[in-house]
């Protein structure tokens, strides 16, 4: 669905909303606002790249879990649930509209010391107040629900089988950047350039585009993914946004396991879990620093040192496991403290961010999306309060304190 690979040149002069970036982040706020029946502006899309080929969209594992210790991002992922286990319904029951399955195979995480294990159950209290299916698991527990696991070294584990697990969430960006089209939403294959404030500097007036236009703004929101510091910077503003470079591998058992496996995390840092006929792991580098935007190349020996060898040690049945497909992409990292960063600019009032997810993003994209088209049609939040994830706290030194990062 790259119809608006063909257009490059915007409809108008000006815009009431202009969103940087239409991947899943940018599309999700334009299809949630043009849904809205009590907006009725005019919306551009810009993307520099409609075939998203090097987009954190396209190199997502699509998970989606419930596992937080902030309660705000659990209720974040509770509705991205709903969302997904509804996903007709909120399209406006359009019979074109597929059913998205949420695989609920669950994340296990394996506690290898007590501090760790103490974590986890403090957490499981918070899931469970917030009506999550979180149960914490002794070894012997673990054991006998998923035999395959070498369990010497852990000491607790943490899983919930309730709307946790994978979805396919291409499917979901591809109708949001469909119907978002249908609903007057203008998609451009473009970049933007540069910005000008007003002369008080409290906003953007207008953007100007690679290929020469200027267009006047109302608003206008930051939804360019790793890119993000570059489009803030436009409008005068540092945000602590970063790539950093995380890898996902694709293998083929010769031994298959006779269940499915929990998107499992390893104390090595490596996860896995099932994914339709084969499996999937990904892992972070052990040194993490940020990379270039156009750095895409992969480390064969992070497979071979450091992926494959947490596998086998966890579960021996991989002991024999062929690599089918690997690729490394990109999250939109928040150096500052891994938490997502949305609404308004302290001092420049009309430039919204919805960054730095930190590898959340596909899961938090419904709860988010629908939170800006909330601040841009009322001036407030009205269905999550998303304030703890404002710009201020990094004006503040703040940090938003969640200790579930992957």
Same mark, same amino acid.
């Given at each position: 669905?790259?119809?608006?690979?063909?257009?490059?040149?915007?409809?108008?002069?000006?815009?009431?909303?202009?969103?940087?970036g239409g991947a899943m982040l940018g599309s999700s706020v334009a299809w949630f606002l043009s849904s809205n029946k009590d907006f009725g502006g005019s919306i551009l899309v810009v993307e520099k790249d409609p075939t998203y080929e090097f987009a954190s969209t396209s190199h997502t594992n699509s998970c989606m879990r419930q596992q937080f210790s902030a309660e705000i991002n659990v209720r974040i992922s509770q509705f991205a649930a709903d969302f997904v286990k509804n996903f007709r319904d909120y399209m406006g029951s359009d019979a074109r509209v597929p059913d998205i399955p949420l695989h609920s195979h669950g994340y296990m995480?394996?506690?290898?010391?007590?501090?760790?294990?103490?974590?986890?159950?403090?957490?499981?209290?918070?899931?469970?107040?917030?009506?999550?299916?979180?149960?914490?698991?002794?070894?012997?527990?673990?054991?006998?629900?998923?035999?395959?696991?070498?369990? #010497?070294?852990?000491?607790?584990?943490?899983?919930?089988?309730v709307d946790e697990g994978y979805?396919?969430?291409?499917?979901?960006?591809?109708?949001?950047?469909?119907?978002?089209?249908?609903?007057?939403v203008d998609y451009i294959a473009n970049e933007v350039v540069t910005m000008s404030r007003s002369g008080n500097g409290r906003k953007v007036e207008n953007i100007t585009l690679k290929s020469g236009e200027t267009i006047a703004c109302g608003t206008v929101v930051n939804a360019s993914g790793p890119r993000a510091v570059l489009t803030s910077r436009m409008a005068g503003i540092e945000i602590p946004v970063e790539p950093r470079k995380r890898y996902t591998f694709i293998f083929d058992a010769e031994t298959?396991? #006779?269940? #499915?496996?929990?998107?499992?995390? #390893?104390?090595?840092?490596?996860?896995?879990?099932?994914d339709g006929a084969y499996y999937l792991a990904g892992c972070p580098p052990d040194e993490d620093p940020a990379v270039a935007y156009d750095d895409f190349v992969q480390d064969h020996d992070i497979w071979e040192t450091k992926a494959w060898p947490a596998i086998a040690t966890r579960i021996p049945q991989f002991e024999a496991i062929k690599l089918i497909n690997s690729w490394a992409g990109?999250?939109?990292?928040?150096?500052?403290?891994?938490?997502?960063i949305i609404g308004p600019h302290t001092e420049v009032e009309n430039f919204l961010f919805v960054?730095?997810?930190?590898?959340?993003?596909?899961?938090?994209?419904?709860?988010?999306?629908?939170?800006?088209?909330?601040l841009i049609a009322y001036g407030e939040y009205r269905s999550l309060d998303l304030t703890p994830f404002s710009f201020a706290r990094i004006e503040e030194g703040r940090p938003f304190v969640e200790k579930a990062v992957i």
């Amino acid at each position: 669905m790259n119809d608006d690979a063909n257009q490059t040149i915007p409809k108008k002069s000006s815009y009431d909303v202009v969103i940087v970036g239409g991947a899943m982040l940018g599309s999700s706020v334009a299809w949630f606002l043009s849904s809205n029946k009590d907006f009725g502006g005019s919306i551009l899309v810009v993307e520099k790249d409609p075939t998203y080929e090097f987009a954190s969209t396209s190199h997502t594992n699509s998970c989606m879990r419930q596992q937080f210790s902030a309660e705000i991002n659990v209720r974040i992922s509770q509705f991205a649930a709903d969302f997904v286990k509804n996903f007709r319904d909120y399209m406006g029951s359009d019979a074109r509209v597929p059913d998205i399955p949420l695989h609920s195979h669950g994340y296990m995480y394996l506690a290898d010391n007590e501090e760790f294990a103490a974590v986890l159950r403090e957490n499981q209290k918070l899931q469970t107040a917030c009506g999550a299916g979180t149960k914490i698991m002794s070894p012997e527990d673990i054991g006998r629900d998923y035999p395959f696991y070498n369990l #010497d070294d852990i000491v607790a584990g943490s899983i919930n089988l309730v709307d946790e697990g994978y979805f396919d969430g291409n499917t979901l960006f591809d109708w949001w950047k469909r119907s978002a089209r249908e609903q007057g939403v203008d998609y451009i294959a473009n970049e933007v350039v540069t910005m000008s404030r007003s002369g008080n500097g409290r906003k953007v007036e207008n953007i100007t585009l690679k290929s020469g236009e200027t267009i006047a703004c109302g608003t206008v929101v930051n939804a360019s993914g790793p890119r993000a510091v570059l489009t803030s910077r436009m409008a005068g503003i540092e945000i602590p946004v970063e790539p950093r470079k995380r890898y996902t591998f694709i293998f083929d058992a010769e031994t298959p396991l #006779d269940r #499915d496996l929990p998107l499992t995390i #390893d104390p090595s840092g490596v996860h896995m879990r099932t994914d339709g006929a084969y499996y999937l792991a990904g892992c972070p580098p052990d040194e993490d620093p940020a990379v270039a935007y156009d750095d895409f190349v992969q480390d064969h020996d992070i497979w071979e040192t450091k992926a494959w060898p947490a596998i086998a040690t966890r579960i021996p049945q991989f002991e024999a496991i062929k690599l089918i497909n690997s690729w490394a992409g990109h999250y939109a990292f928040n150096a500052f403290d891994q938490n997502a960063i949305i609404g308004p600019h302290t001092e420049v009032e009309n430039f919204l961010f919805v960054n730095g997810f930190s590898g959340h993003g596909f899961q938090q994209s419904p709860a988010m999306g629908r939170g800006i088209s909330e601040l841009i049609a009322y001036g407030e939040y009205r269905s999550l309060d998303l304030t703890p994830f404002s710009f201020a706290r990094i004006e503040e030194g703040r940090p938003f304190v969640e200790k579930a990062v992957i």
